[in-house]
């Protein structure tokens, strides 16, 4: 059980810094060309885990597996993942984690369509106080200073995509092992924004210097190589819904790496929004299966 929260720790640690690097190096790289490294790199880092994985399964792939990963990698980097740095460079690097924090909410009410997990009343009440928690942030009458609509708009488009991405990935998870789901998705959907980059004429490698390449480096990395890494660990000594715990506590630590690093304020409306996520993620969460995974190591 220890080492199942330690693993859950850091990969929630890494995620909380997401935004403030990817505020950071968006300052000086596009949001296509970002996106695209980022998860290039963390995809190839996590290859060689993904390919003990299919040794260690006997993994065969279909046509079909390929092309249903091609559809993930799609959504997750070429849609949800833009629209996710788009929205951190639109608004407060604590509003855009705490949005995106809601994508949970998200997966379980697509997975009512595409994964058969049915919506029970539970499920129903805790999306409407999550969402409750997205209006109190995102608060359109009075916005804090620093988020734009368009950008809170955009982290709520990125949280809407990533649940459907998670949905979608869990038909198949069993069958390809997470680590190998996500590696190949991730390289893949790299790939397919790799074209559109240069379809759009944008920069591949070309304002990467000295002052950006660290930071460049850990979200490709650190965040997206070793989160994601530390993430699958804890789900395969536990469960997936054990190792959802980190999108529970994320949206506490990142505001507060937010004020540290980029000197954000976080208002009244913004500490209401997280009470009532916090609410309605503890509500999704199976107390049972919680419990049960609590006492496996």
Do not use: W
């Amino acid at each position: 059980m220890k080492k199942v929260l330690i693993y859950i720790l850091i990969s929630a640690i890494l995620f909380s810094t997401m935004e403030v690097t990817l505020k950071i190096a968006g300052l000086s790289l596009d949001a296509f060309q970002l996106t695209f490294i980022r998860f290039f790199v963390g995809g190839i880092f996590l290859l060689p885990f993904a390919m003990v994985e299919i040794k260690k399964r006997g993994t065969r792939f279909s046509m079909g597996d390929i092309g249903y990963m091609t559809l993930l990698g799609f959504i997750c980097i070429c849609v949800g993942m833009i629209f996710f740095q788009l929205g951190v460079m639109g608004a407060n690097a604590s509003t855009a984690a705490v949005i995106f924090c809601t994508n949970p909410i998200f997966t379980m009410i697509f997975a009512h369509y595409v994964a058969e997990e049915k919506m029970t009343p539970t499920k129903a009440i805790a999306a409407a106080i999550s969402i409750a928690g997205l209006i109190a942030i995102i608060n359109p009458l009075n916005m804090s200073p620093g988020n734009t609509l368009q950008g809170m708009l955009f982290s709520l488009a990125s949280a809407v995509t990533f649940g459907l991405y998670s949905a979608i990935g869990k038909r198949r998870i069993r069958k390809l092992g997470g680590l190998t789901q996500t590696s190949i998705s991730f390289i893949i959907g790299a790939g397919i924004l790799f074209l559109i980059l240069l379809i759009l004429d944008k920069p591949v490698v070309r304002g990467i210097q000295a002052d950006n390449f660290a930071v460049v480096l850990y979200v490709s990395i650190a965040v997206t190589g070793l989160g994601y890494l530390y993430y699958f660990l804890a789900m395969e000594l536990s469960n997936a819904t054990m190792a959802s715990l980190v999108f529970f506590v994320k949206p506490g630590i990142a505001p507060v790496i937010a004020v540290i690093v980029l000197h954000e304020v976080i208002t009244l409306n913004v500490l209401i929004g997280i009470l009532l996520i916090f609410i309605g993620s503890y509500m999704t969460m199976n107390r049972a299966t919680l419990v049960s995974s609590m006492h496996r190591d």
